[in-house]
């Protein structure tokens, strides 16, 4: 785990063997109890998001409004989602407002390049980029993330950086990040920093950049610090800098990959699939320092498996599970978002700095370079496609702008969670059955009667699968073409429901009261 000691992390797991067939074992007879939440927190219409590396903007055509089909995937994954723009790649680019703009100095480290996962080249973003990216934006009806260079860059340089994009965006800016991953700056893997670097050099250092940039861009907001792994620079970011800039932090920001690194043996579905109590652990600390302050907490870019995700699990039906789960109990935690990392794959390869671990764990020949982890799958030449985890996340959606209820599920020896949030007169559940071996025979009591429910299953053929994920029967086609084929109905008895949620699969409920 060279680049990323990623926030969260349980700790270190035994070997096990990936699971890719659904057992046909007896189903467990489980309990799900719905109870109106004392917090009644609300999760945010624009809570499901994805995160991209900034350098995506050197081809000034990427996010563009010619993307149709891009588009209309960002919009059947969410029509109030948030792009996040950011990465190790961000902190090798630079804006080339004009011709007679120069280039930032490269700094190579001067360790060994085989053991850095930087990018070791320059990308320039032009003008160009931007408009193409506020047009996208407008056509997707999104918000956006901006990530900006605090690893190869000035304040005088990001400042006018923040001025362009704050003028181009406008109201669809959510916030500016000043660089990625600071905490690990100073680690040889990562060189941005002298070692001996540390967290008050850091909110020095990024003081004076927002204090620029806020020169420049009056109405400014920040989020931060965007950290891999440190959730103690996440609370002592949270403590200081609103007092340094006052009234513009209004996120706190963090990175979460599940595991990782993928040519790791360790790295397994079953791992993956595992509970993690240090979520929970961590966010509790987090929320006692946001929420006092009037401030949120997103995880801004985070994924399956760092660097790049690992393949046949990443790129598999064990994603989806993983994702839509992990990303309501971040919301019954209190985050205000999650955005997912992807984009192409020549993209996130350089971002590694042109390693590419994902291949080297492969188990035969691929024809995906890099990138497995990626939602939508983008690549030059050929038609956009959902990949399995974009299914668990538009599962997981169907929770935005709906007000969470505590959601007690009684499920002796099996591996699953649920999740439920009332929308109006309906409540919506979401129970993922990771277990590889153990169906659940659920009975769900509710807090009022029901009138009707109806289900959308996630499911697929294996957990390794890569093909044949389907939400409520049906897949998206390359045109972001998505509408539930197959949908059961349920006859509730009073305020309860009987479910059967196999092995290896999820379910969401739309409870309608009586």
């Not at 950011?86 to 085989?114: I, M, R, Y």
Request: proline share 7%; hydrophobic share 40%.
């Amino acid at each position: 785990m060279n680049r990323r000691a990623f926030l969260f992390h349980a700790g270190a797991a035994a070997a096990v063997a990936a699971c890719p067939e659904v057992s046909s074992a007896a189903s467990q007879h489980a309990e799900l109890v719905l109870t109106r939440s004392a917090s009644g927190a609300k999760i945010p219409e624009t809570y499901t998001g994805l995160s991209y590396e900034l350098a995506q903007l050197s081809d000034p055509e990427f996010f563009s409004p010619e993307k149709r089909d891009l588009a209309a995937y960002f919009r059947l994954l969410s029509a109030n989602g948030v792009l996040r723009l950011g990465g190790n790649s961000s902190e090798f680019c630079w804006f080339q407002a004009d011709a007679s703009t120069p280039a930032p100095k490269l700094h190579v480290p001067p360790s060994d390049l085989k053991a850095n996962w930087m990018p070791h080249r320059l990308f320039a973003i032009t003008p160009r980029a931007i408009d193409n990216l506020a047009a996208f934006l407008e056509a997707a009806n999104w918000r956006l993330i901006y990530g900006l260079n605090f690893g190869h860059s000035n304040p005088e340089r990001a400042a006018t950086e923040a001025a362009y994009v704050a003028s181009k965006i406008g109201s669809r800016l959510e916030f500016f990040q000043i660089g990625n991953e600071p905490d690990l700056y100073r680690n040889p893997s990562n060189g941005t920093r002298p070692p001996g670097w540390d967290f008050d050099d850091y909110i020095r250092e990024w003081t004076a950049y927002a204090r620029a940039i806020a020169a420049r861009v009056p109405d400014a907001r920040f989020g931060g610090p965007d950290v891999a792994g440190s959730s103690d620079w996440v609370i002592r970011f949270g403590e200081q800098a609103p007092q340094l800039i006052h009234g513009k932090l209004v996120a706190l920001t963090g990175h979460y990959y599940a595991e990782g690194p993928p040519d790791d043996p360790r790295v397994t579905i079953e791992r993956l699939l595992r509970p993690n109590p240090a979520i929970a652990a961590s966010m509790e600390r987090i929320e006692a320092v946001a929420r006092p302050r009037g401030l949120v907490y997103r995880m801004s870019e985070g994924n399956s498996c760092y660097r790049g995700g690992k393949p046949g699990m990443s790129n598999a039906f064990a994603s989806a599970l993983w994702g839509g789960s992990y990303m309501l109990e971040m919301a019954s935690l209190g985050a205000s978002g999650v955005n997912f990392h992807g984009g192409t794959a020549s993209m996130l390869t350089a971002s590694l700095g042109d390693h590419n671990p994902g291949l080297d764990a492969a188990t035969g020949p691929q024809t995906m370079r890099g990138g497995y982890y990626t939602p939508i799958w983008s690549e030059p030449g050929g038609p956009v496609k959902a990949m399995p985890i974009f299914y668990g996340m538009m599962l997981a959606n169907q929770f935005s702008g709906g007000t969470l209820l505590d959601a007690n599920l009684k499920a002796e020896g099996v591996n699953a969670k649920a999740f439920a949030a009332s929308h109006g007169r309906e409540t919506r559940v979401a129970i993922f059955n990771k277990d590889a071996a153990q169906p659940l025979n659920l009975t769900i009591r509710a807090p009022e009667g029901l009138r009707r429910a109806r289900v959308w299953r996630l499911e697929a053929p294996a957990l390794n699968a890569t093909e044949g994920v389907t939400l409520a029967g049906a897949a998206a086609n390359e045109h972001a073409e998505w509408h539930p084929q197959t949908v059961d109905t349920l006859v509730p008895s009073g305020a309860s429901v009987r479910l059967d949620v196999p092995a290896a699969s999820a379910a969401l409920l739309f409870l309608e009261e009586a």
